[in-house]
């Protein structure tokens, strides 16, 4: 492995240029103006994966962006890992909080600041590059290798569940990698092995059919935005408990081993309030916070509108108000069921004086991981090799609902290997991504599929 | 009166020119890049009084809009009447609400459709045209008339009580008269005797000290789009009285009396509801919708915006959340004591997982009318000439914070003479004035001059 390792730390500097190149490219696949971005940023992925090797490329057009598909596979005696990330970013406002242009890479402090740094563009490439690296010295792979990176992660993944259903037998794999977690801390390398779901809608209230005067109507007729306040203030309880009715019938307690495992996490709570610029944490009663994020529902709002929003006093009484709210999902709950209860919750608690509109934006399964299984034993010694460090097991507050599905479709375990930090704002201004843990991230990468490859000869 | 009148039925169609010109000058005061407008609008003012006779005009700088001062006091011996108006609009936004645009006045069945018809360009208009038409029938006033026509009413008329008080002996009256209500339903002419008082209050909350993910802070962090849903909710009760602590202290209660002249008045609370377009209407329980509109505060959410409000699903933990909040007052309560209770109340209530601001962006005092007063009763006796009906008494559940300043200051009754009706979109999109209403307004002021006149010379 020494010459693999050894060209991965002398071409650091040409990775980040790269990577950098990558970043310029504003693929925001909720806004339809950078459609064109969407393809330039595929196609500059199918460009990566021939520099590595990977020879065997496609982009496969969808009805929304396209899936970049690349494969390299030498031998049936290998066993074959297929590595899933997303090509697309996050929307870029508010803007006047980035300190550099979201797209205009930027290395502070050995952080590299640009939106999708992290999640997932930085992340993703590790991967190739690592295959690069044994391409460049060895002239062949460890493992047969499959790439599926889509352009539609951040707005639900609508068009990947199709491509996968109808390439089942091309995608056959031993093991699905995906990066596009977070390590525990910084210098904690971690394996993350539950990730939470997600239910998210829309709420519209409307009351009169146009805006009115809030003195002269103010009184007998239903104000949107007040009716919205109480609407979402009415799903939580005192003790932060979501009020929605059987909301909870399906959740899966966690285990006494479980709770106790994380307890022993180095978790500061005081360094995190620190972090976040926040004097309290609240949330479920009775539930500490790496349970909260990791392993219990919640309900938040993510977006709100209605009325006179600008400068100054404008005495309106709005004829309507929008609220976005997401609710992140723990193992057994179905977000289709979720979405559903919350529905019925708004129609339930809405006066008659206004009318409600409930759209169901997107939704995605939760899921949690078998620690046991070889793939991920195998990870934790890549990471260890790669960082140095034993890694900690833990779970993820965030959503990657396509995980739920590889696990139905290919019937191979999903391994995530988190390269990101906690901190590194993705999906707000300021994302980054520590320069560290991407050249780690490349180095356990390729332990990883060193690692894989052998295992893989041992059981065959 | 008949050459008066018959002038005023000749010049009907240069009138509504003149009033077209006027609403095409978009003089919004809150906005500052309208300021050159509202220059331009102060100017058209000054045109139009002197071509009504009004020789004596001055333009008034203040620290924020203009004043327009106009007078023509021709003796001593004849009673005097002060004419209060402004020439400021309301903002237009949302702009794509307006079948034609605020700025380009449309008449469509016999109403003008413009940003500031009838509030209260088209209203303060009916003044000037009736002292044009005695000035070219007559050459000379029944009254001396005196003009305060201010262009910072809709932001909180900032500085026009400073120039009351610099003036007091200058702007000396008998009576005040302001045109800035409405009739009480379309053919049932009215006197306003009392307005509600405003308090108008902005609430910031800010959690994190940045946007984050959702899922991976979901859960212990206080989402301050929540908090402020729950403080806003927690603001009413379920007979939606106002729950902020001592907020009803001093509010005067109706009258028996008034109650039941109220009760008789044609409201038909199904045309009403029909015409809002809203199936049922809440409000304080035990009050009537008259009665909570013109004698009981009432609490309104008049913006909202926090997070992502675009299209699509953005997973975002806004750091962010702001309301604007006003509350009607009636007689006796005081806007000052209202924003310091409201203002604790928000302190009381918000979590220690964030922080909030409450700003006191403007208020005025609640007001009510001595109907027995002679400027009062000749004012009923005017509108049954001008309109052909004997008017009802009611109230309003706007504001015109500055009545109380002129009562305290002139030691003068003030007269509402509104040619409005209710349905005419002040503040909102589509605002228009019956033409009908203007007309028969500009004749009404006719008689009221020409009345109040009499009485005064009957009075010396």
């Known amino acids: 492995m020494n010459e693999v390792i050894g060209y991965i730390v002398k071409n650091h500097d040409r990775y980040l240029e790269e990577l950098e190149s990558f970043l310029r490219i504003p693929s925001i696949s909720t806004d339809p103006e950078h459609k064109a971005d969407m393809v330039k940023a595929a196609e500059f992925v199918v460009e990566q994966l021939r520099a590595a090797g990977i020879q065997d490329c496609e982009i496969v057009p969808t009805e929304g962006h396209p899936i970049v598909y690349g494969e390299r596979v030498d031998s049936p005696d290998k066993p074959t890992v297929l590595v899933y990330g997303h090509y697309d970013v996050q929307p870029v406002d508010p803007l006047d909080l980035w300190t550099t242009p979201p797209f205009e890479p930027t290395v502070r402090n050995g952080k590299l600041f640009a939106r999708g740094a992290s999640d997932d563009k930085g992340q993703l490439l590790t991967h190739i590059k690592s295959a690069e690296a044994f391409n460049k010295t060895r002239g062949s792979l460890p493992v047969n290798l499959k790439f599926v990176l889509e352009g539609e992660e951040e707005i ?58 809030s003195g002269s109507f103010g009184g007998p007729v239903a104000n949107p935005a007040f009716v919205l306040a109480e609407i979402l203030a009415s799903m939580k309880d005192s003790n932060g408990r979501i009020t929605i009715p059987h909301f909870y019938d399906d959740v899966v307690e966690l285990t006494v081993e479980e709770r106790k495992a994380w307890a022993g996490l180095p978790f500061d709570r005081d360094a995190y309030m620190a972090e976040l610029g926040v004097d309290d944490l609240n949330g479920e009663a009775g539930f500490t916070p790496l349970e909260q994020v990791w392993a219990r529902p919640t309900l938040e709002v993510n977006g709100l509108v209605s009325g006179f929003t600008g400068k100054g006093a404008k005495t309106v009484l709005p004829s309507k108000a929008m609220a976005k709210v997401s609710m992140r999902l723990v193992p057994n709950q179905d977000p289709d069921k979720i979405a559903k209860l919350f529905e019925e919750y708004v129609r339930s608690v ?34 260890e090799k790669g960082f140095g460090k034993r890694p900690v097991f833990q779970r993820e507050g965030g959503s990657i609902p396509i995980v739920a599905t590889f696990t139905e479709l290919l019937k191979a375990p999903t391994v995530l290997l988190g390269f990101g930090l906690p901190d590194e704002n993705a999906h707000a201004p300021n994302e980054n991504f520590d320069l560290g843990n991407f050249y780690r991230g490349i180095q356990s990468s390729a332990y990883f599929f060193e690692l894989f490859g052998e295992a893989g000869k041992r059981a065959s």
Chains 1, 2 share one sequence.
């Not at 009318?355 to 078998?370: F, N, P, R």
Request: aromatic share 6%.
């Open 156 to 213: 639900g993944s609508a068009h990947l569940e199709g491509f996968l259903r109808e390439n089942v037998e091309r995608l056959a794999a031993d093991t699905v990698v995906i990066s596009d977690t977070a390590l525990f801390a910084e210098g904690v390398p971690s394996i993350c092995y539950g990730l939470r779901g997600l239910a998210y809608l829309q709420i519209d209230v409307t009351g009169p059919k146009a805006d009115l005067h």
């Open 350 to 383: 809405a006066p008659k004086s206004v009318h409600v509109q409930v759209q169901d934006l997107h939704g995605g399964q939760a899921w949690v991981a078998d620690l046991s299984h070889p793939a991920l034993v195998t990870a934790a010694e890549a990471i």
